[in-house]
């Protein structure tokens, strides 16, 4: 304990000298994010330093290897940083689909050449990734991929497309599922390769969804060249690999720590009256609701964590997170849109930031379907968790 509190209070002093003030305001939204990469444009040198500065220390990654980029923290040790972050405010220095889902498969599945070429320009925010998985064909049903791998010899051939590529026109590399054999089962038949998005025969198109913007994209790949060392894992049993990694996508797109509380969102819109409670009645309840739903999420969300780094398995449990955390945040946004009144549904104009909440509350609709439909999640939960007869 004397170890933990003595680095508690190292972190309070290094947060205190590098933490810029800017970036100890909550965020716009979610394209205020620092995201990296080659091509990226930092909206401030503040932001800059702040993911450099981070970076430098290994805790954009706190609990990697030290020698793959990371901070080498203990699960204790990367609590207390946190914790220290949440105290000031401070931003999350780097938002990453390398950080939240390749890096924890790379960790496991990938050899050590990989992890070295591949994990450190994560850890500094260098490479920005996105995640190759869905197709026309094949959403939920993703087994039934159709994207085809060839081998040539000296590197591998990929043809087909990808649909729903979040953010793929930004992204410098693409984690890629592939069919590498069309005779075997089709869950046996699936290879997971890496590829560079510059590399020839690779276009990303945009697709514009209900809220007016278009992180998603749909992307095509003719006659891409891909090295034989970018296979990760073995040839035809990237499945295993395919559903490790979803389990971090579905905690990633569950976990709705880090944002307000709901009430004082509100209260910043229909403010308080004399008795310091909510101006609106009508909203005390659901906002009560709504935070005691929120905190007994968090606290499950905590002790899964816990118990996935301390060994135990995620598995469907995953699917329970992202299920009820995309409730939850569905029921946040609609609670806000309702606070806002008419403002809510200003839809440009910088008062409202071009109507981010607006755009967001649409939005939202997408999390029940992204990572796996919640109508999927909710048959893996009956079958695999609730035990349910006939599931």
């Not at 401030?44 to 430098?56: F, I, Y």
């Not at 990938?110 to 994560?122: F, M, S, V």
């Not at 968090?298 to 995620?314: D, N, V």
């Not at 329970?320 to 946004?333: A, I, S």
Request: glycine share 10%.
């Amino acid at each position: 304990m004397s170890d933990l509190k003595e680095f508690r209070q190292d972190v309070r002093d290094w947060l205190a000298d590098n933490c810029p003030e800017e970036m100890r305001t909550p965020m716009k939204g979610f394209d205020d994010a620092c995201w990296g990469g080659r091509g990226y444009k930092f909206a401030s040198k503040a932001q800059e330093d702040w993911m450099n500065a981070m970076a430098s220390k290994g805790w954009t990654v706190p609990t990697w290897p030290k020698e793959y980029g990371g901070g080498g923290l203990s699960k204790e040790e990367a609590k207390v940083l946190k914790s220290e972050m949440k105290r000031i405010n401070a931003r999350s220095p780097l938002s990453s689909f390398g950080i939240w889902m390749l890096g924890p498969a790379l960790l496991k599945f990938g050899n050590e050449a990989q992890k070295q070429e591949h994990l450190p320009p994560i850890a500094r925010g260098e490479i920005r990734w996105c995640q190759g998985y869905s197709e026309p064909g094949a959403g939920s049903d993703l087994a039934s991929l159709q994207t085809k791998c060839e081998d040539k010899g000296d590197h591998f051939l990929v043809n087909g497309q990808k649909v729903w590529t979040s953010y793929a026109d930004k992204a410098d590399w693409i984690f890629c599922l592939v069919r590498t054999d069309f005779e075997a089962s089709k869950h046996n038949g699936i290879s997971f390769v890496l590829f560079d998005m510059e590399t020839p025969g690779v276009e990303a198109k945009p697709i514009k969804l209900i809220s007016g913007r278009s992180p998603f994209c749909e992307t095509f790949f003719e006659d891409v060249k891909v090295r034989k060392d970018n296979l990760v894992g073995e040839l035809n049993k990237g499945w295993t690999i395919a559903k490790y990694l979803l389990t971090h996508e579905r905690e990633m797109i569950g976990d709705i720590g880090s944002s307000r509380p709901i009430s004082e969102v509100v209260a910043a819109s229909v403010g308080l009256d004399e008795n310091k409670k909510l101006a609106d009645p009508m909203l005390r309840a659901k906002v009560a609701q709504t935070e005691v739903d929120e905190w007994a999420y968090m606290l499950t969300l905590t002790r899964k964590l816990a118990e996935a780094k301390a060994g135990a398995s995620l598995g469907a449990d995953s699917s329970m997170l992202k299920y009820y955390g995309t409730e939850l945040n569905k029921r946040r946004y609609e609670l806000m849109m309702d606070a806002a009144g008419h403002d809510g549904l200003e839809w440009e104009g910088e008062r409202s930031n071009d109507g981010d909440l607006a755009r967001m509350w649409l939005r939202t609709k997408g999390n029940s379907i992204e990572g796996g439909t919640s109508e999927v999640q909710l048959n893996i939960i009956s079958k695999h968790i609730l035990r349910m007869p006939g599931a």
